[in-house]
């Protein structure tokens, strides 16, 4: 009776200890400039999209950046998942703002492939844009020659991109409409 309860209570101090651990991670969030975005458990993991914003002399945002971080070893993961975008606007005059002409898709690294980061992190990306800019906005790209390369990593980088609504020509990608109806239910397949 009593290593019944020494093995439930260690049991418990272990995930405690696990719990107190990720909330330290949350933490986190409270001492720097980003913003939490959306929050997704896959497999007991908790994956974090969030973004920090660059602003311009007139107060515009200019650069968006997105990462995805992860409870699993997060301070590694820092580096290698993110998704950099730059807003270009119609201004004739320095001192007067234009209205918006176009988000340019600067970077976008997922490392480790295949873990679902690339679609989370693009989904929550456009949602969020949807919100701030409206759902009529264009978006280009520049795809990498580096992915040319490997054509597992191609075909990864191409059904990512079309998987939400992303046109391809050449070595570019486009978007005038940011498909709400395919981001709402990439979402609702993890909050069932």
Request: hydrophobic share 30%; glycine share 4%.
């Amino acid at each position: 009776m009593i290593s019944t309860y020494d093995r439930q209570l260690r049991t418990l101090k272990r995930e405690n200890k696990a719990l107190k651990k990720q909330l330290a991670y949350f933490e986190e969030f409270n001492q720097n400039n980003r913003q939490l975005l959306y929050c997704q458990t896959v497999k007991g993991i908790y994956m974090l999209a969030s973004v920090s914003y660059s602003l311009d002399h007139l107060k515009r945002i200019n650069r968006l950046e997105f990462k995805v971080n992860d409870t699993f070893k997060h301070r590694r993961k820092d580096r290698l998942n993110f998704l950099n975008v730059e807003a270009y606007y119609h201004d004739k005059d320095r001192d007067k703002s234009g209205t918006l002409n176009y988000l340019l898709i600067r970077d976008f690294l997922m490392v480790p492939p295949n873990k679902g980061y690339g679609s989370f992190l693009l989904r929550e990306a456009l949602f969020h844009i949807s919100q701030l800019f409206g759902e009529k906005v264009r978006i280009i790209g520049k795809l990498s020659h580096v992915d040319e390369r490997d054509p597992e990593n191609h075909a990864r980088r191409d059904y990512v991109y079309q998987k939400f609504g992303f046109e391809r020509r050449d070595h570019r990608i486009q978007m005038t409409t940011i498909p709400l109806e395919i981001l709402t239910k990439e979402r609702e397949k993890y909050n069932k």
